[in-house]
């Protein structure tokens, strides 16, 4: 989990009001965008996926495109894993 670089106040998930962190606290992972936007946590930029998780992913979307094109069924490269999936399943179904 990253760490607050500089004094930042967030609205925690599950929470009603504001927290107000202070420099070395954890940030909770539905902050981390507003942190890094607003340069208070201390690795500069929210966490993403491992070089691991995007090479499975890209593998994922590579696949489906296939089975996609081999059925015949229209796409859009550009899609997500998610819309892929389910042109796939929608296509399957015709």
């Known amino acids: 989990m990253k760490t607050f670089k500089k004094p930042f106040q967030g609205v925690p998930n599950g929470e009603v009001y504001p927290v107000q962190y202070a420099p070395g606290d954890e ?8 942190a890094a936007e607003a340069g208070a946590l201390a690795e500069g930029k929210k966490s993403g996926p491992t070089p691991e998780e995007e090479a499975a992913a890209t593998a994922q979307k590579a696949e489906l495109i ?12 550009r899609w997500g894993i998610e819309k892929l999936t389910a042109a796939l399943a929608e296509g399957k179904k015709d």
């Not at 296939?66 to 490269?77: C, N, S, T, W």
């Open 27 to 34: 940030c909770p992972p539905e902050l981390e965008d507003a």
């Open 66 to 77: 296939a089975k996609l094109e081999e059925a015949g069924i229209q796409h859009d490269k």
